[in-house]
């Protein structure tokens, strides 16, 4: 099985959070493992043992060109010595982005499908399709979004994170923030900010809280208007903040999940949304192996982490 490391959750200081009263930390699980990061450890732990434990020996997922899923996917099933394999979305392109070339490195065999073929993902026929070409496998969706993905992310708060009132995190399926809503307690509030554009994600969530059963004793809140043109989109003051977080707190977040709820709580923190005396908790969720591929993909420079 998968192994945490204990991850660091240091308090941000900055006289805007003085002058409102506000504690504001970071819950570091870009550093929870040094290969499988961020909320992909948690979404993935419960899925492989169960691989394992059905005498599966190969992981079947899907993804983009520069998923962090697929990423931490090769990285997970490579530590559980087990086979990978990552259907793309896309044609193969030379040379492999950074992502890719990492995934292929750790053994993931990819299989590029194209973008009308890829909508066929959940469809049981196509499925079938690959495992006869592939054989037995393991399914993961895409995105790693499942049941035990969601017993895993209730796993990210521990007892040490009671004392915070404002849980926040970053959603693109909302695996990660369905877990952590059924781990709240009384006294907190789960803050989400979507990564993409649209308001399905108050419909996807409620149905990943009704089918999954869960229940939680804190509430939620999410947020739609920091997604910045949507999920692969950026915009140049996103990547402003990106620099200007890491100048301050020395803290790297992608731009594609972490800097918009980064963001998010920063402009909620000035408008005042948050009471005198909260106790903010920002979940770092990862995803920085991303900010090389972007850099790759626009030519815009961000912070990157060493190795
Ligand atoms: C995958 C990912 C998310 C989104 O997680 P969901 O469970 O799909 O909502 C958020 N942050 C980072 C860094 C990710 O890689």
Not at 181 to 199: I, M
Not at 274 to 287: T, V
Request: aromatic share 12%; proline share 4%; hydrophobic share 35%.
């Amino acid at each position: 099985m998968l192994h945490p490391n204990p991850v660091p959750t240091p308090l941000l200081r900055h006289s805007l959070l003085e002058e409102k009263g506000i504690e504001l930390a970071i819950k570091r699980l870009d550093l929870v493992n040094s290969g499988v990061t961020g909320n992909k450890f948690f979404k993935l732990k419960y899925n492989l043992e169960k691989a394992k434990n059905e005498g599966k020996n190969r992981i079947l997922t899907f993804g983009g060109a520069f998923s962090n899923h697929i990423y931490a996917t090769a990285e997970a099933a490579k530590a559980e010595n087990l086979a990978s394999i990552g259907i793309i979305r896309g044609e193969r392109t030379e040379p492999l982005n950074s992502t890719l070339a990492h995934a292929e490195e750790l053994g993931m065999e990819l299989y590029y499908i194209d973008r009308n073929e890829y909508r066929n993902k959940t469809d049981p026929e196509f499925l079938a399709t690959l495992q006869d070409k592939f054989g037995d496998f393991y399914l993961i969706p895409e995105g790693g979004t499942n049941d035990l993905a969601i017993k895993g992310t209730q796993e990210i708060l521990d007892s040490e994170d009671y004392q915070f009132t404002h849980i926040c995190s970053s959603i693109g399926t909302g695996g990660t923030f369905a877990g952590l809503y059924a781990s709240l307690s009384e006294h907190q509030k789960l803050l989400g900010f979507s990564s993409l554009k649209g308001e399905f994600i108050h419909k996807e969530i409620a149905d990943l809280i009704e089918k999954n059963n869960l229940e939680s004793q804190g509430s939620y809140e999410i947020f739609t208007n920091y997604h910045f043109g949507g999920y692969a989109k950026h915009k140049q003051e996103l990547i402003d903040f990106t620099w200007w977080f890491y100048e301050n707190f020395e803290v790297i977040l992608d731009p594609i999940y972490t800097a918009k709820m980064a963001f998010g709580i920063w402009d909620l923190v000035n408008k005042g949304y948050f009471p005198k005396d909260s106790k903010i908790l920002m979940i770092h969720s990862g995803g920085l192996q991303g900010n090389i591929g972007f850099t790759e993909r626009t030519g815009i420079e961000l912070p990157i982490p060493s190795k």
